[in-house]
């Protein structure tokens, strides 16, 4: 139901009293943040019971490698239209414990995303690729750090603009909350 794909499990003919079997069900939310709703069947299909299991919005997304040219010239097709910005006021303490490491921790916990090696050497700057699972549409991050204005800016851009408004919140949610 609701636009997934669900590949099932096997019947199983007998449970007996207070045992349990384990089984695998594979769920392709095809880049929908909607449930996946079926019944689970029983005492012959004569009774049923609904079950509805959401997926986690960084979870519909994969690592996908670009390097800094790759990812520029990805980000010029992904401008205007497909750009999410936000940003998110930090202490100076905050400011001082971000660098590559506790960033990507931060992203990571919203997204299984990889980051972009950069050439530049700037360190203020920090980029981040994935793409959906489903459709392979490209999500780009960009993370700056505006260190005089104690801010930490945020832009999303991908042609999925409902799941990168959402991953947008995620992120800007983790780096609010920083101690």
């Given at each position: 139901?609701?636009?997934?794909?669900?590949?099932?499990?096997?019947?199983?003919?007998i449970?007996?009293?207070?045992?349990?079997?384990v089984?695998?069900?594979?769920?392709?939310?095809?880049?929908?943040?909607?449930?996946?709703?079926?019944?689970?069947?029983?005492?012959?299909?004569?009774l049923?019971?609904?079950?509805?299991?959401?997926?986690?919005?960084?979870?519909?997304?994969?690592?996908?490698?670009?390097?800094?040219?790759?990812?520029?010239?990805?980000?010029?097709?992904?401008?205007?239209?497909?750009?999410?910005?936000?940003?998110?006021?930090?202490?100076?303490?905050?400011?001082?414990?971000?660098n590559?490491?506790?960033?990507?921790?931060?992203?990571?916990?919203?997204?299984?995303?990889?980051?972009?090696?950069?050439?530049?050497?700037?360190?203020?700057?920090y980029?981040?690729?994935?793409?959906?699972?489903?459709?392979?549409?490209?999500?780009?991050?960009?993370?700056?750090?505006?260190?005089?204005?104690?801010?930490?800016?945020?832009?999303?851009?991908?042609?999925?603009?409902?799941?990168?408004?959402?991953?947008?919140?995620?992120?800007?949610?983790?780096?609010?909350?920083?101690?």
């Open positions: 139901k609701s636009g997934v794909n669900i590949d099932g499990f096997n019947d199983i003919d449970l007996p009293s207070n045992a349990s079997i089984a695998s069900i594979g769920i392709d939310f095809n880049d929908k943040t909607q449930p996946a709703s079926f019944d689970i069947s029983f005492d012959g299909r004569q049923s019971t609904p079950l509805s299991i959401s997926c986690h919005v960084g979870e519909l997304f994969e690592q996908k490698f670009l390097n800094e040219q790759q990812f520029n010239q990805s980000l010029a097709h992904l401008r205007g239209m497909n750009e999410i910005t936000d940003s998110v006021n930090v202490s100076e303490t905050q400011m001082g414990k971000l590559f490491t506790s960033i990507q921790t931060k992203v990571l916990q919203c997204a299984n995303i990889t980051s972009v090696p950069l050439g530049s050497g700037n360190s203020t700057i980029r981040f690729s994935g793409q959906t699972i489903s459709s392979k549409a490209l999500v780009l991050i960009t993370i700056q750090l505006n260190i005089p204005e104690l801010t930490v800016n945020l832009t999303i851009n991908s042609d999925r603009l409902v799941l990168a408004t959402m991953l947008l919140k995620e992120i800007k949610q983790t780096f609010s909350t920083m101690t």
